[in-house]
């Protein structure tokens, strides 16, 4: 059982170039995030999706868009990259009765030149 | 605005020697208090829901608990193994889906 499924793991971006963030969950749930954690700042929401079809901005969604390519994916773009989106980034599902209980990909960890 | 404070930043502790860790929060209105573990270099992982002040829940050598203002995690004689960042995060009435999380805290247990 995969559970959340991010790649890639490592990336390194020059300031301008675009990118991806692909996650996949295997739990068949209806909610997905995209959360970025930095040194001293937690972890921030960045965009979320309740259902399939559906897409909300979370606390800090400027310089990205989400796409929910169906109940499984949930991708991040960076448009175009800048030093301040090196970060740690998160994908995580929750279940349909939501408890607070997301379960989290491992992580990608993106730095931007 | 919608805080979660948690402290101390970061705590060492010699295994067997209990404490707690505190997690507070300024909400409009609490739907749910929730309570995370980070090993390094992982995602976050689940360990308690509370809802209500005077809810208390265990799991093994942690126990936590909730007031009108603030949260516990209590860590009763620790190991080496419990050494961690925790993370608190609350779900606010009307925010939907959205968790805030606090900074968390860093814990390591020396044998």
């Known amino acids: 059982n995969a559970g959340v499924t991010q790649t890639p793991k490592f990336q390194v971006l020059k300031t301008g170039q675009s990118m991806t963030l692909q996650c996949a969950q295997d739990?068949?749930?209806?909610?997905m995030y995209w959360y970025r954690q930095d040194p001293g700042m937690g972890l921030r929401l960045i965009y979320y999706?309740?259902?399939?079809?559906?897409?909300d901005k979370g606390e800090v969604p400027n310089g990205y868009n989400v796409s929910r390519l169906n109940k499984r994916e949930f991708s991040l773009r960076l448009e175009s990259a800048a030093p301040s989106q090196t970060s740690v980034y998160f994908c995580a599902s929750g279940g349909q009765t939501y408890t607070g209980e997301l379960f989290f990909g491992e992580g990608s960890r993106l730095t931007v030149l | 605005e919608d805080q979660v404070t948690q402290s101390p930043e970061a705590l060492r502790l010699q295994e067997g020697e209990s404490s707690s860790l505190n997690c507070s929060y300024t909400?409009?209105?609490?739907?749910?208090l929730f309570w995370y573990r980070q090993d390094p270099g992982k995602g976050p992982e689940f360990l308690f829901t509370l809802y209500s002040a005077g809810e208390e829940k265990e799991k093994e050598r942690l126990k936590a608990t909730l007031t009108k203002k603030e949260s516990f995690l209590h860590i009763t004689a620790p190991k080496p193994e419990d050494s961690a960042t925790y993370l608190c995060?609350?779900?606010?009435?009307?925010?939907?889906?959205?968790?805030?999380f606090g900074g968390g805290t860093r814990l390591m247990v020396k044998p």
């Open positions: 995060a609350v779900q606010v009435r009307g925010a939907g889906n959205m968790l805030t």
């Open positions: 739990m068949n749930h209806n909610s």
């Open positions: 909400v409009s209105g609490l739907r749910g």
């Open positions: 999706s309740a259902s399939e079809g559906t897409t």
